[in-house]
């Protein structure tokens, strides 16, 4: 048996899951500042010389995401509507980003990020950065949405 000489990196589960940390970090900034995501990105980036941890991160994931997210926000807000008690613009900041990471994967990285996990990273997110209920909250909303759009696409073969 030959060794691949080109064997597919592996992508690390806790380099997406510290991605999303640091993606809900930046859009919180983002919503907040309204700062380009390229300057948010630059500030994340030097951590890695002074915090250890953003060098563990996933860069390309989080650099995929954040400047994908914010291209698209009226669809992901159009998409978490139905799902929502109220208008996405009045979500606390916090809730607002976790949603948009955990619908942008749902519509955008299904392939690659099971539905699953997309729900159990956003409940996390929830639990470490938002209020004290919130992770319900996200949980319920992103199941619905996830259910939805299994419901809507069709079966592969």
Known sequence: MMNNPNPTPK???????????RLVQALYQWQLT????????????AE???????????RNYFHALLYAIPKCIDQLDTAL?????????????TERAILWV????LLHCSR????????????????????EKSHKYVNGILDKLAHSLQKSSP???
């Open 11 to 21: 992508i690390s589960t806790q380099g997406r899951s510290l991605a999303r940390q």
């Open 34 to 45: 309204g700062h380009s995501v390229q300057t948010i990105e630059a500030q994340f980036l």
């Open 48 to 58: 890695v010389e002074e915090d250890m941890d953003m060098g563990n991160v996933d």
């Open 81 to 93: 509507t139905p799902w929502l008690d109220r208008q996405p613009k009045l979500l606390d900041p």
């Open 102 to 105: 955990g619908c942008y994967e």
């Open 112 to 131: 690659e990020v099971p539905w699953r996990v997309v729900i159990n990273e956003g409940v996390e997110l929830a639990k470490l950065f938002g209020a």
């Open 155 to 157: 079966k592969a073969p």
